[in-house]
């Protein structure tokens, strides 16, 4: 059963835009390789942060929307853990409400 994950993550803000393309290239083939599918990104762009992260006062945003099993989440979280230009991050499980088959009422007259 796959499951609807979304990952919220905030870089550096001295990055360039080339480094922020690599690292969102980097963590997608991560997911890729992990076994995630229709992997969405959103590139939110630089934020102000609500408060101060590793001395740093902006941060760019990057939103996730994937499916995957629930297995890839520990490897992926791990690699942004261990990445210096990674100041934050969330994953959040999607609630997707399940299809529930349409029932036809008639209309009285």
Do not use: W
């Not at 229709?38 to 945003?61: F, P, T, V, W």
């Not at 297995?71 to 609630?95: C, G, H, N």
């Amino acid at each position: 059963m796959q499951t609807v994950y979304e990952t919220m993550y905030i870089l550096r803000p001295d990055l360039g835009e080339e480094q922020v393309e690599q690292a969102i290239n980097k963590y997608q083939n991560l997911l890729r390789e992990q076994g995630a599918e229709q992997i969405e990104i959103q590139h939110r762009g630089k934020r102000r942060l609500a408060y101060e992260i590793e001395k740093q006062r902006d941060g760019i945003y990057i939103q996730m929307n994937y499916q995957g099993p629930g297995s890839l989440i520990a490897p992926f979280e791990r690699a942004m853990r261990l990445s210096d230009e990674v100041i934050r991050y969330l994953t959040t499980k999607q609630e997707v409400p399940e299809a529930t088959p349409e029932v036809e009422v008639e209309a009285e007259e």
